[in-house]
C-alpha cells in the first residue's frame, strides 16, 4: 500500500462514516481538499509525512490513476503531464541537491519539533558543521500546523533527515592544509595514487610548487580517512 492507496482508503472511510451525502452526490476538488480529506486533519491516520507528498498523492487520486475516483477527462490529462513533469523536475533536483554539501539535517515543522541526523565523524572533521533545513510547516491548505506531533512522526523526522544527508558528504579528491614557513601540503589523487605537493601560493591566481611525491600512510588518511 502506498500513499495513493491510504489517500483513497481515508476518502472513503470519511464519505461512509462522515459525509454520507457523497455517497450518491460528486464532489468537487475543493470540496475534496478542504471537506473530505484536508492534510491537516488527516495526516497521522494516512501516515503522509510532508505536504509536498500528499498533493503529489492527491494529485495521482485526481489524475484517475488506479481509476480510484471518475474526472473530467481533461483534468485527468493535465494532471496526468504535470506528474510526469514533476516525476523529471523531482529526479533533476535530486541530483541537484546531492551535489549540495551537508553534513547535519533536520525535518522541522517550524514550531519547535524536527528530526536530525548527522554524517559520519569523519565526514564532520572534514567539512565541519554543514546545515540542511527541510522545513514540513505546512498543512493541505497552506496554514503554518503547529500541532505538537507523536513520537512517531519525529522518528519518520529523523529517517527523512538521515536519507537526505545520505551522499552530500563526498569523498575529497584532494585536502589542502597549511604547513610551515607560508607554504601549504595538498594531498590528492594522482594516476600514480595519491601524493602530496607542497606549494607556495603567489597572490590569488600563481603558486611555485616545491616538491611532490607519494603520501605517507598518515597523509593518505586525509583522502580515504
Do not use: C
Amino acid at each position: 500500500m502506498d500513499d495513493l492507496d491510504r489517500v483513497f482508503h481515508r476518502l472513503v472511510s470519511n464519505i461512509r462514516h462522515r459525509h454520507s451525502e457523497y455517497l450518491t452526490l460528486p464532489f468537487t476538488v475543493q470540496e475534496l481538499y478542504e471537506t473530505l480529506i484536508p492534510y491537516r486533519h488527516h495526516r497521522r491516520e494516512l501516515g503522509i509525512e510532508t505536504n509536498q507528498d500528499y498533493e503529489i498523492a492527491m494529485t495521482r487520486l485526481l489524475s484517475g490513476e488506479r481509476d480510484y475516483l471518475l474526472a473530467d477527462q481533461s483534468m485527468r490529462d493535465k494532471l496526468k503531464a504535470e506528474l510526469e513533469s514533476q516525476h523529471n523536475d523531482a529526479q533533476f533536483r535530486h541530483q541537484q541537491l546531492k551535489n549540495e554539501l551537508a553534513t547535519r539535517a533536520f525535518v522541522s515543522n517550524s514550531a519547535g519539533y524536527a528530526g536530525q541526523a548527522e554524517a559520519s565523524d569523519e565526514d564532520l572533521r572534514l567539512y565541519g558543521v554543514v546545515d540542511l533545513l527541510t522545513n514540513n510547516q505546512q498543512d493541505g491548505t497552506g496554514e503554518v500546523d503547529t500541532s505538537t506531533p507523536t513520537p512517531e512522526e519525529i522518528a519518520g523526522w529523523t529517517r527523512s533527515a538521515a536519507h537526505s544527508i545520505v551522499g552530500r558528504s563526498p569523498t575529497p579528491v584532494s585536502v589542502v592544509v597549511p604547513a610551515k614557513l607560508g607554504r601549504q601540503n595538498a594531498v590528492g589523487r594522482h594516476r600514480s595514487g595519491i601524493i602530496l605537493v607542497v606549494f607556495f601560493a603567489l597572490g590569488t591566481e600563481g603558486l611555485s610548487v616545491i616538491s611532490m611525491r607519494p603520501a605517507s600512510r598518515k597523509e593518505r588518511r586525509l583522502i580515504d580517512g
